[in-house]
């Protein structure tokens, strides 16, 4: 006899499960789980069952289906960098770099990190609530079911706890599920100007209150940001307080914080685009995630990327994000990353799904609960407008996501 | 007394008029005519008025009013260049071009043009027009409101016309007004294999019965393609039956396709990646528009753009374009091309948007009829989800137009 499930999304013409174990070091990159004709069995919001039609029918019978049309079915998108809370835009600083503006002459005419960090201390909450709901209403209506999103606007301890706060607020109040960091070190705030040192002792100060509202602890470790004994130091408190760590590592310059990445065990090391090889190995050896953010690069009108290929060649645990941002990323869209990455980071479509699913999940310690389709996970799951899943790949520059479904519900997204 | 208008859409934060005369040779290619606080007046399709909204209630009372909160209003995009009419994809040959395949390899493979001229032959008049259709929707949702198609995928007399028979029905039966332009020069199809002299007849010979089914007469001009002397003599006999002229020019070589547009007065010159200081400066000093692009070298992953800057600075009638075809750029969004062409060419987000709708109305014989929101002209007008023009190109892989009206209509988009 049948079980009972809530719903069954049937007449997946690719189902694409990921079934297979967590990744870790060496595990190929390539492999979907592609089940042909695939019907997903749901109940309480979980995956019951997820495979050949028949087999899950076999099983469950549900009052409700959903025909996915003979379209391709997938797991929601895993965003792993964000720094998705602030209010304002860059578009001045934006018009400048294209007329050929250095860094220092856009942070002479108030551009930068902290021309956003002053609209954000000025704004209210329900003007930073309003205009990130925007921005995670752009997300999910691209297929992004969880994100990262980190702190880093505010770079003092009432803004930085505020901008903590608020995510929770956003984390409970729609779909998209939100793993909060804090990236107190993301540059240093004018009233420090050449006390970088003294910043970096607030900033460790921070850490005991951040506690319970941030899971992951973040440094931007470059030229022009914090050095790697600042870096090394507060990712060190916070790692005794419990909280999980990030790193965002050779983006500009090769400073070490990628072998820091390893050596604390953090969760992952973001940029990576002018890693030598050396670090490449070791973190490619380690569990730590190689999270590639090509989509800065694009927005910047950069030709240097990531070297994705070698990434994975190496054996890293690659995923992909979108570091959707006022300055140097305002895109939502993880279709676009995967399209971006197959061109410019040399990914396969195969690949690029895996490091903005499952991959990206396993970087922010959610593999156990997303960024696959099998039995117990939650129900979060895309319907593409295609058939074939390289179709995410090939098309580019519009939106390839059909339905988008979080713990068993469709969501709204328009 | 005010005069009735059928609609008035108010309250434009922007309104970009681009009010201005057609463009020439030397006009400024940034000013797009902003109203701050603007409004439309339409009656029977057409633009009444267009400016400031004090000015048009004085003078037009409507009794529905459209109010776009304040958003930017600008003309619908016209993109001058597509391959938009066709049958399958050519999925697997980009996965093989990921993988580091050649050109030669991939025909080897069954790719290229060919195999698309293969999969529209063997496909039924209606599968051709419901494919083409969902490439249709995609581009009005991103404002899209005037498009040129191009056939090339037939290669045959009946297939070619069939072609250009589908692009009348499709023109009839939804919003995007269709420019036909006939492309019996985009490749020499397998039965004329080593004998393109004895195919560029054929394509000549067909050029009587295009004549009023095509607008334009087009010709790929390049290594691989057609010679100058097989561009010359088709053009010049569809030239002599009163076909207006395009021309695929410079793309991967420089065979002097852009001087023969000059010297026969085509419409525009197409690519304009590998052109010469020389032709660049006589196109400019020509009345022929200079279509770049970028999306092809984009799809193919190159990091080799059209010299944008140069083309402006040279006083060129710049307009861009999609291309979207299923080989090189399967992209049917002008706002992806603009935040591209801005970051790829060189182009500001002024100079961007007059290229994507008034210049490339001129490229198409439109500017008399769409590309600014002018009295008389259609209204064919998007209101975006953004208050600053700009927005259109800081913020890439997104769709930022929210309303779409075609001749006062507002169109569905989903």
């Given at each position: 006899?049948a079980?009972?499930?809530?719903?069954?999304?049937?007449n997946?013409?690719?189902?694409l499960?990921l079934?297979r174990?967590?990744?870790?070091?060496?595990?190929?990159m390539s492999?979907?789980?592609?089940?042909?004709?695939?019907?997903?069995?749901?109940?309480?919001?979980r995956i019951?069952a997820?495979?050949?039609?028949n087999?899950v029918?076999?099983?469950?019978?549900?009052?409700?289906?959903?025909?996915?049309g003979?379209?391709?079915?997938?797991?929601?998108?895993?965003?792993?960098?964000?720094?998705l809370?602030?209010?304002?835009?860059r578009?001045?600083?934006?018009?400048?770099?294209?007329r050929?503006?250095?860094?220092m002459e856009?942070m002479?005419a108030?551009?930068?990190?902290?021309?956003?960090?002053?609209?954000?201390r000025?704004?209210?909450d329900?003007e930073?609530?309003s205009q990130?709901r925007?921005?995670l209403?752009?997300?999910?209506a691209?297929?992004?079911?969880?994100?990262e999103v980190?702190?880093g606007?505010g770079?003092?301890?009432?803004?930085?706890?505020?901008l903590?706060?608020?995510i929770?607020?956003?984390?409970d109040?729609?779909?998209?599920?939100?793993v909060?960091?804090?990236?107190?070190?993301?540059?240093?705030?004018?009233?420090f100007?050449?006390r970088?040192?003294?910043y970096?002792d607030?900033?460790e100060?921070m850490?005991?209150?951040?506690?319970?509202?941030?899971?992951?602890?973040d440094?931007?470790?470059?030229?022009?940001?914090?050095?790697?004994?600042?870096?090394?130091?507060?990712?060190r408190?916070?790692?005794?307080?419990?909280?999980?760590?990030?790193?965002?590592?050779?983006?500009?310059?090769?400073?070490?914080a990628?072998?820091?990445a390893?050596e604390?065990?953090?969760a992952?090391a973001?940029?990576?685009?002018v890693?030598?090889?050396?670090d490449?190995?070791?973190?490619?050896a380690?569990?730590v995630?190689a999270?590639?953010?090509?989509?800065?690069?694009?927005?910047?009108g950069?030709?240097?990327y990531?070297?994705?290929?070698?990434?994975?060649?190496?054996?890293?645990?690659?995923?992909l994000?979108?570091?959707?941002?006022p300055?140097?990323?305002?895109?939502e869209?993880?279709p676009?990353?995967?399209a971006?990455?197959?061109?410019a980071?040399g990914?396969t479509?195969?690949?690029a799904?895996?490091?903005a699913?499952?991959?990206?999940?396993?970087?922010?310690n959610?593999?156990?609960?997303?960024?696959s389709?099998?039995?117990?996970?939650?129900?979060?799951l895309l319907i593409?407008d295609?058939?074939?899943?390289?179709?995410l790949a090939?098309r580019?520059?519009t939106?390839?996501?059909?339905?988008?479904?979080?713990?068993?519900?469709?969501?709204?997204?328009d």
């Amino acid at each position: 006899m049948a079980c009972k499930a809530d719903l069954m999304v049937t007449n997946a013409g690719q189902l694409l499960t990921l079934a297979r174990p967590a990744p870790r070091r060496g595990l190929a990159m390539s492999d979907l789980g592609i089940v042909p004709h695939g019907a997903v069995a749901i109940a309480g919001g979980r995956i019951l069952a997820a495979g050949p039609e028949n087999a899950v029918r076999s099983r469950y019978e549900a009052d409700d289906e959903l025909d996915a049309g003979g379209r391709v079915v997938m797991p929601g998108f895993v965003d792993p960098h964000t720094h998705l809370i602030y209010a304002g835009d860059r578009i001045d600083e934006f018009e400048l770099r294209l007329r050929g503006a250095t860094y220092m002459e856009i942070m002479a005419a108030g551009g930068g990190i902290r021309s956003t960090v002053r609209a954000t201390r000025a704004a209210s909450d329900d003007e930073i609530l309003s205009q990130t709901r925007r921005r995670l209403r752009r997300m999910l209506a691209h297929g992004t079911t969880t994100a990262e999103v980190k702190t880093g606007y505010g770079l003092d301890p009432e803004n930085e706890l505020r901008l903590l706060r608020l995510i929770r607020t956003l984390d409970d109040s729609q779909p998209v599920r939100l793993v909060p960091t804090f990236l107190g070190a993301h540059a240093v705030p004018p009233e420090f100007d050449g006390r970088a040192e003294a910043y970096a002792d607030l900033v460790e100060g921070m850490l005991p209150q951040v506690r319970g509202l941030a899971e992951y602890c973040d440094v931007f470790c470059d030229e022009g940001a914090f050095t790697l004994a600042q870096t090394e130091r507060i990712l060190r408190r916070a790692r005794e307080l419990g909280l999980g760590l990030r790193v965002h590592a050779d983006e500009f310059a090769s400073l070490g914080a990628t072998r820091l990445a390893v050596e604390l065990g953090a969760a992952s090391a973001d940029h990576l685009v002018v890693t030598t090889e050396d670090d490449r190995a070791l973190l490619a050896a380690s569990g730590v995630g190689a999270v590639l953010l090509p989509g800065t690069a694009f927005g910047l009108g950069k030709k240097s990327y990531a070297d994705g290929r070698s990434w994975v060649d190496a054996g890293a645990i690659v995923a992909l994000a979108t570091d959707c941002n006022p300055g140097t990323a305002p895109s939502e869209s993880m279709p676009f990353i995967i399209a971006l990455a197959c061109r410019a980071l040399g990914l396969t479509p195969a690949e690029a799904i895996v490091a903005a699913t499952l991959n990206a999940a396993y970087c922010l310690n959610r593999a156990h609960e997303v960024g696959s389709l099998v039995a117990g996970k939650s129900a979060d799951l895309l319907i593409l407008d295609a058939g074939d899943y390289r179709e995410l790949a090939y098309r580019f520059g519009t939106n390839p996501v059909g339905t988008v479904m979080v713990a068993g519900r469709i969501c709204e997204t328009d």
